[in-house]
């Protein structure tokens, strides 16, 4: 490697921020920084403490590849074990000395004459002193989280209500639900969660619908202590496992966001069928979608429909004008007394990236100006005209079928081959070119046609506005996505980085990983030949090739 040292900033420290700061370390960079807002790791999951807040991904899906954990107690963990999780990679892998807490990335500019970011941080002290500090990196990986900053419709003002409002994404586990008259707003991933977690324990609950979901049973079986057993000690066992979880989900459930897919047919008529048998006839008009099914993220919960079934509570699908001092006041005029309002009303999507001033080489634009209108970045991870500045689930790359680990630790890979030949060819700044961001939006906007996220007849937060693109979402498979990143094409970053001749020749010289990677490669060539009499001329000669190469 060339002497080059780059200092790295990681702004967020939940799951993909980590996930990027362990590939980078293992690259052998030490000036590694990261940035955390929060007292704690876990993003996501330090943050969503609400009742029934869980994964609706296997968790044996949903965790690191290079972490695997074979305790897992349900097929999806609730928010605490997942937290628990990311804590102990966070120790496993010796990243709290490199983590700042308390520490909140304000602005963040690009200087071309140092080849750096200039960070201004805001830190909070104990006594709720916050102190301005300015930090500079050679690199900076935005982490921030797609979905961390809550939204709130804009006619609800929760200075209206005298009593306790809480969205669920800022859960306060002094507020008391039990014996209470609770307000829902909003039925969506979180909002069914909630709901089905707390109906059995306050006095009367009022679930208020804007628009009705698709819901799927989820099968959530305890893992039983033999399962755990084979995880634990059975070399490979849950490696196939999440083999066969990540195939279903790539095979088989991304294909039923495809309306003209007679799958997608036969899912959603299924999924109305059960919907209709969990609730009261006269509800079946209330809570079956009439949008595409898939257009917006998909439900899967088994005490949704029972908890809105219950004789204690209300489903008002009738719009809300706004709180007041009692309850939830409805556009047709009657008042619904409540004690405590909760939001389950999601998240300004991409808003954590923007919310943070983020200034380019151009020395004026800020990436929420770059982004007005469309969420233009290269494969989720690059945006022209910021250089050295790589994002964590950036735009088109959030998943509506499977886990988005598998997503950011892809992007962190990607991250680190680049970091890799900036070192090897002593190159202070790359970035991308127009012409490789433009293309690849281009791509993915074409990739959505046909999508029930794009075409479903919903409005949704996979879109940049309402009947815009679905550019939160990557349009394909994850194996896609591995595909499009397994290598960096160098053309499409300024300067190409080309590297030296001595370096390629010596990356000619075979590891015993790729050596081992050819021979399997041989037997399974010589296999096929053999199996299907594929020219014998090739197979002699592949037999021959490998004798010699074994020298026997
Ligand atoms: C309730 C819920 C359930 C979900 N379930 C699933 C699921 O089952 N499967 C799935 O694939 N995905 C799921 N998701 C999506 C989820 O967001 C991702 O899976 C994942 O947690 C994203 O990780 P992240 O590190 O990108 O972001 P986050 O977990 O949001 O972490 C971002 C971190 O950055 C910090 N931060 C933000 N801005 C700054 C700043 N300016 N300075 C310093 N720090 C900052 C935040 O404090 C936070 O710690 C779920 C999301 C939610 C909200």
């Known amino acids: 490697m060339s002497g080059l040292n780059l200092s790295v900033a990681v702004i967020g420290a939940g799951v993909c921020g980590l996930a990027a700061a362990i590939r980078v370390r293992e690259l052998g960079i030490t000036q590694l920084t990261i940035y955390e807002k929060d007292e704690d790791v876990g993003g996501t999951w330090l943050n969503n403490r609400y009742p029934g807040c869980g994964c609706d991904v296997e968790s044996h899906l949903y965790s690191f590849s290079f972490a695997q954990n074979p305790n897992w107690s349900t097929a999806y963990a609730g928010r605490a074990e997942i937290h628990q999780y990311v804590r102990d990679v966070v120790a496993d892998k010796k990243l709290l000395p490199h983590i700042r807490f308390r520490t909140r990335v304000v602005s963040m500019s690009w200087s071309a004459a140092e080849s750096r970011w200039r960070l201004k941080l805001a830190i909070r002290g104990d006594n709720g002193s916050v102190e301005s500090v300015d930090a500079t990196a050679n690199v900076v990986i935005c982490a921030m989280g797609p979905l961390s900053v809550p939204s709130i419709p804009a006619n609800i003002d929760p200075a209206e209500f005298d009593g306790p409002v809480v969205h669920t994404n800022e859960w306060d586990e002094s507020v008391q639900h039990k014996g209470k008259r609770v307000a829902v707003i909003g039925n969506a991933a979180s909002g069914v969660q909630v709901i089905g977690a707390i109906v059995d324990e306050v006095e009367s609950l009022t679930v208020f619908q804007r628009t009705p979901n698709w819901v799927l049973p989820r099968w959530n079986p305890q893992h039983s202590a033999p399962f755990k057993w084979i995880f634990a000690h059975v070399p490979g066992a849950q490696r196939v496992w999440r083999t066969l979880l990540y195939l279903r989900r790539d095979l088989i459930l991304h294909n039923v966001f495809r ?90 999507i991409q808003k954590p990236f923007t919310s943070t001033e983020v200034i380019g080489s151009d020395e004026t634009t800020t990436l929420a100006e770059k982004w007005a209108n469309t969420r233009d970045a290269y494969l989720g991870i690059t945006a022209h005209g910021y250089p050295n500045m790589y994002l964590m689930l950036g735009p088109y790359t959030g998943l509506a079928h499977s886990s988005v680990l598998t997503m950011a630790e892809l992007q962190a890979e990607y991250v680190t081959r680049i970091l890799r030949r900036q070192m090897q060819t002593g190159t202070p700044a790359v970035a991308v070119t127009k012409a490789a961001e433009q293309a690849f939006v281009a791509r993915c906007e074409k990739g959505m046609d046909g999508t029930a996220w794009k075409d479903g007849g919903c409005v949704s937060w996979y879109l940049d506005k309402p009947g815009g693109s679905p550019s939160a979402l990557w349009p394909w498979t994850v194996f896609w996505y591995w595909w499009t990143t397994r290598k960096v094409v160098w053309s499409d970053y300024e300067p190409k980085m080309v590297l030296p001749l001595k370096m390629r020749l010596m990356m000619l010289v075979p590891t015993p990983r790729r050596a081992v990677k050819s021979v399997l490669l041989v037997l399974l060539a010589m296999a096929i030949t053999r199996r299907f009499a594929v020219g014998k001329g090739a197979h002699d000669w592949i037999t021959g090739l490998t004798r010699k190469l074994v020298g026997r």
């Open 259 to 348: 309306p003209s897919n007679f799958l997608a047919g036969r899912v959603s008529k299924l999924a109305a069928n059960w919907m209709k048998s969990s609730v009261p006839p006269e509800m079946h008009d209330a809570i079956i979608p009439n949008y595409r099914f898939g257009c917006k993220r998909l439900i899967v919960s088994n005490d949704y429909l029972p908890a809105i079934s219950s004789p204690k509570t209300t489903l008002i699908t009738t719009p809300i004008q706004r709180l007041t001092k009692t309850g939830v006041l409805l556009t047709d005029g009657t008042t619904v007394p409540a004690d405590l309002v909760v939001l389950a009303t999601g998240f300004q």
